[in-house]
């Protein structure tokens, strides 16, 4: 039975705050007891929601602290959020941020029965339980069911994803928790096993879902990596099981290939694998008509004939003009795995390794082991990454980050911020982005607690530690504010689409302007609803040259350069 805000004995998190001294940072719980599997996700206000389990009372019971953007918490010790069954072991779960700031926790457990079932919930920012102290039961199936995805769709609504035995389903919900599809639960099956759901947006409320679909009944049998895009009724977009981002196997139980939708229709797609007995990291854009863009089976990110890597995380930089670059960093090593580094690439639009064959190295290869890999975009020229780092030993860690600019320069000096000085065991190191730009980490750390706690530490832009306040950097943009979209095609002939979304029903002006500032197309004029929206530009009757799209709501104006080609 659901506890309604039941309140833990958490030392220190009644006078939290974003810590200042590395040798701190911010403990979410500490009592004497098993916390492991914490996840973070941000809020539009600069702070963050952090969800984990805990084993305090027996049980592993789902918990739940909101933290504003100086690290207050908004609830002393957390929210219980379940402690129905589990059994002595736990599978994974997710967390996400809808658009108007509420939680969504999605978990599997045994409160119907021995089989594990997926149950959703949606907390508000004052802690209210909307869908009921229970939750919504999103399954209720005879089969094994782990690691349930939650998708917020560019219209606020939810999109669960999960994997049952050897099948697929996904189910969609309005924020009141109401069904959106019928039947409500669509399922994917195939001859033999789909697996490793991962979830992106798409435009007009669509969703992506990306899977591993297995070529034989054994482990071992080579797996494809497919995407399928299903619009806003449910309707898949290609034939048969989608489209085959890679074919070259490779994949292991324990690989997790994942997806990042392109605000265009597509996505890119990255992963590691083993497809020739050695690890190496790749990536792949799909275009929004199912084409990918790129070499096929995917982009391999370093030619280095002595290296392997694994490990792969993405960031988009949405900043400049015309489609946009990805960067991904990962972890390499040497072929007998004895030495590991961390290093980086940027992949051009087109697909090409605009650091290098061999990418930008931040840590050479060391006998010292570096793990873990996070990255969140910064500003608007800056990434920060983070690791594990292991000074003296394989046990006891430090995190470790450090900003890298668009041509993989360090953008700072010192180079690299502590952010978790003590050496300790930690694990499960996942980030999220600040609004502000701030990295957001979040571990389970065994410093003080042989058994684990849950700690965390924010990384502001200029690789300080604790409260930040400078606001003139530009913010990371988050579904449900005002966002304009990128143009697609661009370069176009002679129609392209300007798409934007919006968070609350706001009066937009979209119009598209010559290199002199005159007005050459007003496309939106007037009261627009909350929710995606798109527009075709026709420029058939202009000359070839760049033009600039400008989308004005309110005080916030966002501009975006259009190159018509004839």
Request: charged share 15%; aromatic share 8%.
């Amino acid at each position: 039975m659901h506890r309604l805000m039941l309140l833990a004995l958490c030392a220190g998190s009644a006078l939290a705050q974003w810590p200042d001294n590395a040798a701190l940072n911010l403990s979410i719980c500490n009592r004497t007891a098993e916390q492991t599997l914490p996840k973070v996700a941000a809020t539009s206000d600069g702070g963050c929601y952090v969800s984990w389990q805990d084993l305090g009372d027996g049980n592993y019971d789902t918990w739940l602290q909101r933290l504003d953007a100086e690290g207050n918490p908004s609830w002393e010790g957390g929210l219980l959020i379940s402690n129905h069954p589990q059994e002595t072991w736990i599978t994974d779960y997710d967390l996400a941020v809808d658009l108007e700031d509420h939680a969504i926790v999605a978990i599997n457990d045994i409160r119907a029965g021995s089989d594990r079932d997926i149950t959703a919930y949606r907390i508000s920012p004052s802690g209210v339980f909307v869908w009921g102290p229970d939750g919504i039961a999103v399954s209720a199936n005879e089969g094994f069911e782990p690691d349930p995805q939650i998708l917020v769709t560019t219209e606020g609504n939810l999109v669960l994803g999960w994997q049952e035995d050897s099948v697929l389903h996904l189910r969609k919900f309005n924020p009141a928790g109401e069904d959106m599809w019928e039947p409500s639960t669509l399922t994917l099956s195939h001859t033999y096993q789909l697996s490793i759901t991962r979830l992106a947006q798409a435009p007009d409320d669509a969703v992506l879902l990306q899977f591993l679909a297995s070529t034989g009944s054994q482990y071992w049998q080579p797996k494809h990596l497919t995407v399928q895009r299903f619009d806003r009724a449910g309707t898949p977009a290609w034939e048969g099981l989608g489209v085959a981002i890679s074919t070259a196997g490779g994949f292991g139980l324990q690989m997790r290939p994942d997806l990042v939708g392109d605000g265009a229709g597509g996505a890119w797609s990255y992963w590691y694998d083993s497809r020739n007995n050695q690890l190496h990291a790749y990536a792949q854009h799909l275009q929004a008509d199912g084409v990918p863009a790129w070499t096929a089976n995917g982009v391999l990110l370093s030619t280095t004939s002595s290296e392997l890597q694994d490990q792969p995380r993405l960031v988009v930089d949405e900043a400049g003009d015309g489609p946009a670059a990805i960067e991904l960093y990962y972890r390499i090593m040497n072929l007998d795995q004895s030495q590991a580094g961390i290093a980086g690439q940027r992949l051009s639009s087109a697909g090409e390794r605009e650091w290098g064959t061999g990418g930008r190295i931040l840590h050479a290869l060391s006998t010292h082991d570096r793990h873990s890999v996070i990255a969140t975009r910064g500003t608007a020229d800056s990434t920060l990454v983070g690791h594990l780092f292991f000074p003296n030993d394989v046990v006891n860690s430090q995190l470790v980050v450090e900003a890298v600019d668009n041509q993989g320069n360090s953008g700072w000096n010192p180079a690299e911020t502590v952010a978790a000085s003590v050496p300790s065991s930690k694990g499960y190191l996942t980030a999220a982005a600040g609004t502000r730009g701030q990295l957001l980490a979040v571990w389970r750390d065994t410093r003080d607690d042989a058994s684990g706690d849950i700690l965390l530490q924010n990384v502001n832009p200029d690789g300080s530690l604790g409260a930040w306040e400078d606001t003139a950097l530009p913010p990371v943009r988050r579904p449900g504010t005002v966002e304009m979209q990128r143009a697609w095609p661009n370069p176009f002939n002679p129609l392209t689409t300007l798409a934007f979304r919006l968070g609350t029903r706001s009066s937009v002006s979209l119009r598209v302007h010559n290199l002199l500032g005159h007005t050459v197309a007003t496309l939106v004029d007037g009261m627009v609803e909350a929710g995606q929206h798109s527009v075709v530009f026709d420029g058939s009757q202009l000359a070839s040259g760049v033009y600039v799209a400008t989308l004005q709501v309110g005080d916030l104006v966002q501009s975006q350069k259009v190159v018509l080609v004839k």
